[in-house]
Antibody, heavy 119, light 107 residues
Framework: HVELVQSGAEVKKPGASVKVSCKAS????????IHWVRQAPGQGLEWMGV?????????IYAQRFQGRVAMTKDPSTSTVYMELSSLRSEDTAVYYC???????????WGQGTMVTVSS | EIVLTQSPGTLSLSPGERATLSCRAS???????LAWYQQKHGQAPRLLIY???SRPTGIPDRFSGSGSGTDFTLTISRLEPEDFAVYHC?????????FGPGTKVEI
């Protein structure tokens, strides 16, 4: 059974950082890139970036998150991570990881991780 | 970046009716790198269409995608009760990847 399982909900204060994990199972971890997408309450989907789980450190970040986001991987546990720093209230959202399939269409999605930024 | 506009914002229909959802891009991309997702409340998106018109295995054939250039359409031929949800389009032809704001299909 192919799935992505994400870490649990987080509550952070403004200025803090959050690190969300996404554990893959049921397929060859290194064969598929992983995208990160977020969704603010009542809003649409927003692409944050993508990581290549295979060798090297290939990542592409959306320009608006450059300098604030870091995507990393741990092949030994088939897990990718997304860390967002300097959090502000506008970062309150559900964060999803999703497997890149054909082109950059995403066929498998994690269940989502709610990140709340509040003082 | 490419801005995707979806219309209508909300579509009110009944089970058995046909739904036609539009997605328009602010500029041309490769014309085929477009996907549609279904999202129910509190759930992650589900891929319905990729490559503008291809369906992944397991997606019912009442869902179909069409279009090219800057205008794309998702058609649900006969709405089932479980089809009432929000539908998002996504372009992945030109970086950055962008999504439309969504169309809500409601009863």
């Amino acid at each position: 059974h192919v799935e992505l399982v994400q870490s649990g909900a987080e509550v952070k204060k403004p200025g803090a950082s959050v690190k969300v994990s996404c554990k893959a199972s049921g397929y060859t971890f290194s064969s598929y890139y992983i995208h990160w997408v977020r969704q603010a309450p009542g809003q649409g989907l927003e692409w944050m970036g993508v990581i290549n789980p295979s060798g090297g450190s290939s990542t592409i970040y959306a320009q608006r998150f450059q300098g604030r986001v870091a995507m990393t991987k741990d092949p030994s546990t088939s897990t990718v991570y997304m860390e967002l720093s300097s959090l502000r209230s506008e970062d309150t959202a559900v964060y999803y990881c999703a497997r890149k399939w054909i082109g950059d269409a995403c066929d498998i999605w994690g269940q989502g991780t709610m990140v709340t930024v509040s003082s | 970046e490419i801005v995707l506009t979806q219309s209508p914002g909300t579509l009110s229909l009944s089970p058995g009716e046909r739904a036609t959802l539009s997605c328009r891009a602010s500029q041309n991309f490769d014309g085929v790198s477009l996907a549609w997702y279904q999202q129910k409340h509190g759930q992650a998106p589900r891929l319905l269409i990729y490559g503008a018109s291809s369906r992944p295995t397991g997606i019912p054939d009442r869902f179909s995608g069409s279009g090219s250039g800057t205008d794309f359409t998702l058609t649900i031929s006969r709405l089932e009760p479980e089809d009432f949800a929000v539908y998002h389009c996504q372009q992945y032809g030109i970086s950055p990847i962008t999504f439309g704001p969504g169309t809500k299909v409601e009863i």
